[in-house]
């Protein structure tokens, strides 16, 4: 069964900083992941997906991630942090192609500091 | 183009009560998803439409259960509604069946409290 864990439900930068959000999952398939990106009272919107084509994946709003198989993550990272950036972000993982849903992480909260 | 629409966007029932949530999605898309977001359980998949069909279900009661029209309006309906039902459901379309190959696009989504 698949899984996925957020690491730190609350995380706080100042503007400008280095944005990390830490995502590992667990897969018995080469999994395909994704980063959401939640805004108050919005829905979810895709920042990036990797679907082995390529370990570094670039998405949106300046935002990557890198897949590591060796460590099970996709580390969400951004170098500067921008005040537009506080929301929630959710990691999520689909083990294969078909209608099997994505699960989940918890989720983490972003700060960004003035 | 316009994204996807859930209606009610915010809906109060009580205990033991009946629910039904619709979902329009993005025009062309035929596959629709259901998820349940609450603080304590997070995002959880609930089931997939695609051509009026169900294709998965995750791991929810069968007071949860849903349908698809065939111009692939979906909507979802709760039975028997208790406390823990209270959530905020997302919908989310894509053209075709599986994350994978389609990203899915999601509504603002339907908070429901049950008192």
């Known amino acids: 069964a698949q899984s996925v864990t957020q690491l730190g439900s609350h995380v706080s930068v100042s503007e400008g900083a280095l944005v990390l959000l830490r995502c590992n999952y667990s897969?018995?398939?080469?999994?395909?992941l994704f980063w959401y990106v939640q805004y108050p009272n919005q829905g979810l919107q895709l920042l990036l997906k990797y679907t082995s084509a390529a370990t570094l994946v670039k998405g949106i709003n300046g935002f990557e991630a890198e897949f590591k198989k060796s460590e099970t993550s996709f580390h969400l990272t951004k170098p500067s942090a921008h005040m537009s950036d506080a929301a929630e972000y959710f990691c999520a993982v689909s083990e294969g192609g078909g209608a099997d849903g994505l699960t989940f992480g918890k989720g983490t909260h972003l700060i960004i500091q003035p | 183009k316009a994204g996807v629409t859930q209606t009610p966007r915010y809906l109060i029932k009580t205990r033991g009560q009946q629910v039904t949530l619709s979902c329009s999605p993005i025009s062309g898309h035929r596959s629709v998803s259901w998820y349940q977001q609450t603080p304590g359980q997070g995002l959880q998949f609930l089931f997939e439409?695609?051509?009026?069909?169900?294709?998965n279900k995750g791991n929810f009661p069968g007071r949860f259960s849903g349908r698809q029209f065939s111009n692939s309006r979906s909507e979802m309906n709760v039975s028997t509604l208790e406390l823990g039902d209270s959530a905020l459901y997302l919908c989310?379309?894509?053209?075709?069946?599986?994350?994978?190959?389609?990203?899915?696009?999601f509504g603002p989504g339907t908070r429901l409290t049950v008192l």
């Open positions: 439409y695609f051509s009026e069909t169900q294709r």
């Open positions: 989310a379309s894509s053209l075709t069946s599986g994350s994978l190959y389609n990203e899915q696009f």
């Open positions: 897969s018995s398939v080469p999994p395909y």
